[in-house]
């Protein structure tokens, strides 16, 4: 090549290093023929991460970079940002290069703190299709597509409006119903057993996702102690001994949105 050539497309690649840009989206990108993203890795720094994590939020960019991009490099401050300012969206950063050691080292230079990834077989194939550096995609948390590719980089406004569209174009989701307090319908009673049956103490709560644990003392001043580990039935069974007489039994039944102990009843042991 001739020198005059050379040097014209060296000066070329060199302005074209130092003008900032601002990303297109890929339109070509079909989102709705995309599979759902699934994923099970391992991050930079090592630690075991799969695509149950996005279940956590409204909002999935998955990033893909190298520590040798400029572009790659020169947008992470304003992603970083992007985590602390929008609680419900995660950044992943899917990498690529030589060096993992060098690339955590530089996103550590850059203030990173969101998940940066190593791709595992799903996240290549998506990588293959990536002609330039940085692209990004966007997922919901099930893993659905929802909006088209972003090739290049962007500056934090730019990243801002265009998370903040694609959030209020997410359908909104029902909140789950809250669960009821439990309300002791029918209490247990005191009972009169013999040395070797078993006595048997029922309760009858009203509630959602209750769990039951029942508790004994052995006098009225006693301290409580759990009858069973898993104590997670209505009902509380014990083989009577005739040192029993006395024993103090109630039951704590509980959920989500409260708590609540049975009366205290007594077990007297017949001679």
Request: proline share 4%; hydrophobic share 40%.
């Amino acid at each position: 090549m001739p020198m005059k050539k050379r040097l014209i497309m060296w000066i070329a690649l060199l302005l074209a290093a130092m003008i900032p840009f601002t990303a297109l989206a890929d339109t070509a990108s079909d989102v709705s023929a995309n599979p759902a993203l699934s994923f099970s890795t391992t991050t930079l720094a090592g630690k075991k991460i799969d695509s149950s994590i996005m279940q956590k939020y409204d909002l999935i960019l998955v990033n893909f970079w190298g520590e040798w991009c400029y572009w790659c490099l020169y947008e992470m401050p304003d992603l970083q940002k992007i985590t602390q300012n929008y609680k419900n969206v995660l950044i992943l950063g899917v990498w690529y290069g030589n060096s993992a050691s060098d690339a955590l080292a530089t996103a550590k230079e850059k203030g990173v703190s969101y998940p940066l990834l190593h791709p595992d077989a799903n996240l290549s194939k998506i990588m293959s299709s990536v002609s330039s550096w940085p692209t990004t995609y966007f997922y919901d948390k099930n893993g659905n597509e929802v909006r088209s590719r972003i090739v290049g980089a962007m500056d934090y406004n730019s990243w801002s409006s265009t998370i903040s569209a694609v959030l209020a174009s997410l359908p909104k989701t029902d909140p789950e119903p809250k669960a009821t307090a439990p309300t002791i319908s029918t209490q247990p009673k005191s009972a009169t057993i013999k040395a070797g049956k078993t006595a048997k103490f029922k309760v009858k709560a009203n509630g959602d996702g209750l769990t039951y644990q029942w508790y004994y003392r052995t006098s009225s001043k006693g301290s409580w102690l759990k009858v069973s580990k898993k104590g997670t039935s209505a009902t509380c069974s014990v083989k009577v001994t005739a040192q029993m007489n006395g024993w103090q039994f109630r039951c704590l039944v509980k959920n989500s949105a409260g708590e609540i102990y049975t009366k205290t009843v007594k077990l007297k042991v017949k001679k």
